[in-house]
């Protein structure tokens, strides 16, 4: 496995070796280790400091399923932190396949120069004049890509929204069928991509060929046990696949911690409206697709193709984040504008969660009405203008809500809480709180243990026991997304010693020891190198807080607020 | 007592007639809990996460409320 560096000023690239200490470190460890190790802590995000770390999954390129997470790294302009955001789709799955463990891409390019990275199917990489590709909207790029290169390529990018450099920039990534739908979406990595002039990241796709692993037979046995519990479990089985991630849309708002109106409310009254039961129905009646594999090696198939009255495509992979953030969120119940809401993102390059959140703010500022979805669609595709008004929703909701003097701006460190308010699910405060990538909700996601009330569990509504479960579900996390694995798949660790079976594929991948314990110290590692970099780039612990209106203003229906003391909040890294 | 029922996810394919928009009206004995209502209805525990009453989430024991509205939702994962 090698690391390709590439050195957009001098327009150079070499093939190097992993760092020795980070043999066996794949996605999130990786990017967060190199980022951590290379970058000047503060520097200028969109400076010739900063580099652009994509690293496939540990495990991604080889039998076991849905492990096809790409995690992309950098100091983020967002949150003036170190970020990791992955993406599915195809490209973790040919990159590990042709034995690239990291792309680094450093410095800054000559001025009005931009390029596109391709990498062969043998791994060797050219930087190519993007030319007349700098300027156009993904789907668009990609179909001119595939007209130059060639159908069969993975191709991760940037729209206008990222070559502006706009803190809420995605970078976008083909699915299976080719379209840039899914989205390595937080923290603004688009906007530093575009800093470094580079358009799109191309990469051959290797059928047959399959990533490197010490010990086969072992491998292969664990991956079948953990597809197996993949299958049993009715969540991933049978529900995921039917309704998408989008059935949490019912259970969140029924739970009262569905943010609405910019967390005016806990419960949208047109939820079903949007709800993943509706959206089935309604793409069902049309001829598009409720069930559709979004990700290599994929058994799951939570992605869906949703299409208009005519049964034309709109848009793919519309999930529950987006449903809220361009649904709820904004007081707008009309579900074929939350899937043109959901392409422009897309297509523009922006995070849907991020966008929809500063539509929000703006709303709430009275700038528009909430529910206004003509209104909603008008402001996306003025960032793609690039007008004064476009760039400020652009940046995200801190920046919206410092235009409109309104400080009730869901954000923590810069970056917006996702579809569960941390008023009525206590633990997604600490989660929001304390991660070292502001308000992220995969980073931590404590919701069942708060609201899966009916086993007893926790009560969503106090203190009680949530630092411990967001620490574990951090700890967690931070390795899940190391090895790669797709969050809704994670019902494989549900197998018998479910654990240990993951520790089994990652010891046969690599060849050393790793046991359950070595999971926890990873996890630990990575958020400690995490801590480090955010701590020397001047975070203090006043940033690990929710901004007042989560501890001032109670949340209809249940009229609680956030009770998570600052205390308790410093305890969450302990360790 | 009479109960308006809510099923969410797939778990209304288990159920035959079932109309989503107006719920399943069900009829109990009084002084029973979410847990026999489950019974009554034929659904497996394990296939339930989450249980509503009146908006308000309930445990297995909770006693059920005349004119009450239930949710019932299946255990969920995301992130
Ligand atoms: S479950 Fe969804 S996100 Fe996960 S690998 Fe499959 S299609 Fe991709």
């Known amino acids: 496995m090698k690391i390709i560096r590439v050195d957009m000023a001098a327009g150079k690239i070499t093939n190097q070796e992993v760092v020795p200490a980070f043999i066996g470190m794949g996605g999130r460890g990786l990017t967060s280790f190199y980022v951590n190790k290379e970058v000047p802590p503060k520097c200028d995000p969109l400076g010739p400091e900063n580099k652009l770390v994509f690293a496939p999954g540990f495990l991604s390129g080889s039998s076991l399923v849905n492990s096809s997470r790409f995690s992309i790294g950098a100091k983020s302009p967002l949150t003036g932190g170190i970020k990791e955001s992955n993406v599915g789709g195809t490209v973790a799955v040919d990159m590990a396949s042709i034995g690239i463990s990291a792309i680094i891409v450093e410095g800054l390019p000559e001025k009005n120069r931009s390029y596109i990275l391709k990498v062969d199917k043998e791994g060797n990489a050219v930087l190519l004049d993007a ?14 890509i595939k007209e130059t290169h060639g159908e069969n390529h993975s191709i991760t990018c940037i729209g206008p929204a990222g070559e502006m450099q706009l803190s809420a920039a995605s970078i976008q990534s083909t699915d299976m069928d080719g379209r840039p739908c899914r989205a390595a979406g937080r923290g603004g990595l688009g906007a530093v991509m575009g800093s470094k002039g580079l358009k799109a990241l191309v990469v051959e796709k290797t059928k047959g060929k399959s990533t490197q692993i010490q010990d086969l037979e072992a491998f292969k046995s664990s991956a079948k046990i953990f597809a197996q519990a993949v299958m049993k479990d009715e969540f991933s089985s049978e529900v995921l696949p039917a309704l998408g991630s989008a059935v949490l849309v019912e259970p969140i708002n029924a739970a009262g911690a569905f943010p609405t109106r910019n967390a005016r409310q806990g419960q949208f009254e047109d939820a079903d409206k949007i709800s993943g039961e509706t959206m089935a129905q309604v793409i069902k009646s049309r ?31 519309l999930e529950y984040e987006t449903i809220w953030s361009m649904g709820g969120m904004i007081g707008n119940n009309d579900l074929d504008a939350i899937a043109t809401l959901d392409f422009l993102c897309d297509d523009i390059g922006l995070d849907t969660m991020s966008t929809g959140v500063a539509i929000a703010v703006a709303m709430d500022a009275g700038y528009k009405a909430f529910g206004d979805a003509k209104a909603a669609i008008e402001m996306v595709e003025e960032v793609a203008t690039g007008s004064d008004f476009g760039k400020i929703i652009g940046h995200g909701p ?104 993951v520790c089994k594929m990652i010891r046969a991948k690599s060849g050393k020891p790793f046991s359950a314990e070595d999971w926890n110290t990873t996890g630990k590692k990575i958020i400690r190198i ?30 609680k607020v956030v009770v998570i003391s600052d205390e308790e909040m410093d305890t969450t890294f302990n360790f | 007592m009479n109960l308006n029922v809510k099923l969410y996810g797939t778990l209304s394919s288990l159920l035959d007639d079932y109309n989503h928009q107006e719920g399943l009206d069900v009829t109990i004995p009084e002084d029973t809990s979410i847990q026999d209502l489950l019974v009554h209805l034929n659904l497996e525990p394990d296939g339930i996460g989450m249980i509503f ?27």
């Open chain 1, 131 to 144: 030319g007349g590709l700098w300027g156009k909207r993904t789907y668009d790029l990609v179909k001119s």
């Open chain 1, 287 to 317: 001829g598009g697709k409720t069930t559709h594999k979004g990700c290599s090696g994929c058994i799951i198939n939570c992605s869906n193709e949703f299409v208009d009255e005519k049964g034309t495509y709109v848009t793919s992979s």
């Open chain 1, 398 to 501: 801190a920046r919206v809500g410092k235009h409109f003097n309104n400080d009730r701006v869901p954000v923590i460190k810069g970056q917006s809480i996702a579809a569960y308010d941390p008023r009525a699910i206590q633990g997604m405060a600490v989660t929001y709180a304390t991660s070292p990538m502001g308000g992220d909700h995969t980073a931590g996601w404590v919701v069942e243990s708060n609201l899966e009330a009916f086993g007893g569990t926790l009560d969503p509504f106090s203190a009680k026991g949530q630092v411990e479960v967001s620490r574990n579900a951090q700890l967690h996390m931070a390795v899940v997304d190391t090895v790669g694995i797709c969050d809704f798949a994670q019902t494989g660790f549900g197998a018998p010693d479910g654990l240990e079976n």
């Open chain 1, 530 to 559: 995490e801590l480090e970099f955010n701590k020397n780039a001047g975070f203090t612990k006043e940033l690990d807080r929710l901004p007042k209106m989560f501890y001032e203003e109670p949340l209809p229906p249940h009229n």
């Open chain 2, 53 to 79: 009453m009146d908006g308000m989430p309930a445990k297995k024991k909770a006693r059920l409320k005349q004119g009450a509205r239930i949710t019932i939702f299946q255990p969920i994962f995301g992130g």
